[in-house]
Nanobody, 116 residues
């Protein structure tokens, strides 16, 4: 079955950087678009970034453009999110996501906290 396992979250000061990873299994990773979402306390889950199956096309939320970079390594079934110039408002649980036939799949999430 589809499994998505995120890692790389933590506590970082404003202006700092983190790199999130999502290791996928149970499906042909290179055939599917992948996305990062986040959910802050008391807020709706929102799309952060997405990447096409081959990695040739990406899209970002306006709030992270120029600071975050999504990429993927199809040989390692891994989705990445490089987050730079982090702000307190980036604090959230970050989730890896893909849609395979009949299922919208989520990882367990990784907590990112930006605070001094």
């Amino acid at each position: 079955q589809v499994q998505l396992v995120e890692s790389g979250g933590g506590l970082v000061q404003p202006g700092g950087s983190l790199r999130l990873s999502c290791v996928a299994s149970g499906f042909t990773f290179s055939n599917y678009r992948m996305s990062w979402y986040r959910q802050a306390p008391g807020k709706e889950r929102e799309l952060v970034a997405g990447i096409s199956p081959a990695g040739s096309s990406t899209n970002y939320a306006d709030s992270v453009k120029g600071r975050f970079t999504v990429s993927r390594d199809n040989a390692k079934n891994t989705l990445l999110l490089q987050m730079n110039s982090l702000k307190p408002e980036d604090t959230a649980v970050y989730y890896c996501n893909t849609r395979v036939p009949g299922r919208n799949c989520w990882g367990q999430g990784t907590q990112v906290t930006v605070s001094s």
